[in-house]
């Protein structure tokens, strides 16, 4: 049986960048083998499970990306999604929080980005839009739910000494709170502060390689970069203000 001459041409494509990604995870398995770190694997793997995610929705957006329904379902599976990496990262009784904090978040993000007309109202842009908004909070949620874990456990004698003195569960946790929301806006934050400097961002590049001018590349990246940081903020004070009662020490 005789592939397509195109299809040939396209399998034969993909061979150096097989080879380069499996150079690429050799190093990263080798160097973490090496150095005797917790699951050396995970890496690896996550880049496999990514990669047949990424076929997959490349499968499916080829039918929906006009069609504003399957967008809408789309936009939900990956929001869904993102709530349930949280609370594996963060604790599963957390659900209900994660979800209304994201919630809030993204909701108001988006609804500012195209109510504004900053960018077009168009489903494929909503679902472009909205899938990086969800994908960054959610790594923002995930930083600051864990950073203020980690902070209530290793200073629990501090916030034992609050509560004897007579303050909320809230207060006792306050400075905490707003420690982890610090620390989980700050890789977001370096990145847009180097962005064009140390890196080109995925959005800005892939609009260049979509036949967009540099400007306009550019106008789309910024509207992103600011709806991350906006997402983001929104997402880790929600959050904090919705789990920092705390009354009893976490679960390490």
């Not at 195109?6 to 398995?29: E, K, M, N, R, W």
């Not at 793997?45 to 990306?65: D, K, N, P, Y």
């Not at 994908?135 to 290793?154: C, K, P």
């Not at 370096?190 to 540099?214: E, H, M, R």
Request: one cysteine or more; a positive charge; charged letters at 10%.
């Amino acid at each position: 049986m005789t592939l397509p001459a195109d299809l040939s041409a396209q399998l034969a494509g993909l061979l150096p960048t097989f080879i380069g990604v499996v150079l690429l995870l050799t190093v990263v398995v080798t160097v973490l083998r090496g150095y005797r770190t917790r699951h050396p694997f995970a890496p690896a793997l996550a880049l496999l499970r990514g990669t047949l995610q990424l076929a997959a929705i490349s499968l499916i957006l080829s039918g929906i990306i006009n069609n504003p329904v399957w967008v809408g379902v789309g936009l939900l599976v990956m929001f869904v999604a993102a709530i349930a990496t949280v609370t594996r990262r963060i604790g599963r009784s957390q659900f209900v929080r994660v979800a209304a904090a994201m919630g809030l978040g993204v909701g108001i993000t988006l609804t500012i980005v195209f109510t504004t007309g900053a960018i077009e109202f168009s489903p494929r842009y909503v679902l472009a839009i909205g899938g990086i908004i969800i994908g960054n909070a959610m790594s923002i949620a995930t930083l600051t739910g864990r950073r203020f874990s980690e902070a209530v456990g290793d200073h629990w004698d501090e916030v034992e000494g609050w509560l004897a003195l007579g303050a909320t569960p809230r207060q006792s946790t306050r400075a905490l709170a707003r420690q982890a929301v610090y620390f989980a806006i700050i890789p977001t934050t370096d990145q847009t502060k180097t962005t064009g400097l140390v890196t080109l961002p995925g959005a800005f590049v892939g609009a260049i390689f979509g036949g967009a001018s540099p400007l306009e590349a550019g106008r789309f990246q910024i509207v992103v970069l600011a709806g991350i940081l906006c997402a983001g903020a929104l997402v880790a004070v929600t959050l904090m203000h919705l789990i920092s009662p705390v009354t009893q020490k976490p679960l390490p």
